[in-house]
């Protein structure tokens, strides 16, 4: 899977507060809670953010609540893969539930600037920032992992799998 897309950039320890405010929890819609991503922290983000964009942060990305809403209202909004020095362990798992594709790509997240355009492969965990030629490698995700962001998430993966 070859995704192709423009940077937007956060720091250490983005909650999912912070990714989906609380106040926004009564509902479930994807779009609902997409009109709403990153609000708190980037107002421009839902008003600028284009089908196909790359969110890139820094450590412990998702930390905070264990809801769902937060990796939702990312994928809703458009973003096609999240890039971090680390991520949150639940948020990891939900966001693989529902399937938006993560790589953890350790300190060269440091490298990548908002406004940046990545080209980023999936399968074999290569990030090219194509703004500055520089190529960064991330373990990529299991071979399942991939089949289940291909299906959407693991209901998807999971349907499919029984015919």
């Not at 998702?62 to 990796?71: F, I, K, M, T, V």
Request: aromatic share 6%; proline share 5%; net charge negative.
């Amino acid at each position: 899977m070859i995704l192709e897309g423009t940077v937007w950039k956060y720091g250490d320890n983005v909650d999912t507060d912070v990714i989906i405010p609380a106040r926004y929890l009564n509902t479930a819609e994807p779009k609902e809670l997409a009109a709403h991503c990153m609000e708190d922290l980037d107002p421009s983000f839902v008003g600028k953010v284009k089908a196909g964009d790359i969110m890139v942060a820094e450590k412990n990305f998702g930390c905070g609540s264990s809801r769902e809403h937060a990796p939702v209202a990312i994928k809703a909004s458009g973003i096609t893969c999240v890039i971090a020095q680390s991520f949150a362990r639940i948020f990891y798992r939900n966001a693989i539930n529902i399937g938006l594709p993560l790589l953890e790509l350790g300190d060269a997240v440091k490298q990548i600037r908002s406004g940046d355009s990545l080209r980023v492969d999936l399968s074999t965990g290569t990030v090219e920032n194509r703004s500055t030629g520089e190529v960064f490698s991330a373990p990529p995700l299991p071979g399942f992992i991939q089949e289940i962001a291909k299906a959407g998430g693991l209901v998807n993966y999971v349907r499919g799998c029984r015919g």
